[in-house]
């Protein structure tokens, strides 16, 4: 597996497993940037708001800014789990490949 590989269909099962648990931190990282954003857009209709809505994008930047960081440390995981070679395993990660590939 290399680094940032997109491609899923050379994980085992374990593999997938600690794709999805990272896959899980990254969409709340994201959910919580947009909700700082929503947030802050909405602050700054009141002026006495304005200084919590500079913090809340602050806060919504900086969330964006770990996403990276979350898919270099999950791909760094990835990369450490051993792949076991069983033809089962590459077998599953074809069928799993089918049900997530794009398009």
Not at 1 to 11: A, F
Not at 40 to 61: E, H, I, M, Q
Not at 88 to 102: F, Y
Request: hydrophobic share 45%.
């Amino acid at each position: 597996m290399r680094l940032l590989d997109p491609v899923l269909n050379d994980l085992t099962p374990r593999h997938l497993e600690v794709f999805w648990r990272y896959q899980v931190v990254r969409t709340g990282v994201d959910f919580g940037a947009a909700c700082c954003f929503v947030i802050g857009s909405a602050f700054f209709f009141f002026s006495s708001l304005s200084r919590p809505a500079d913090w809340l994008f602050l806060l919504g930047s900086v969330l964006f800014a770990i996403k990276p960081t979350i898919d270099m440390v999950r791909s760094a995981h990835l990369a450490r789990l051993p792949d076991d070679g069983d033809s089962s395993a590459r077998e599953h990660r074809h069928q799993v490949s089918a049900r997530t590939s794009p398009g």
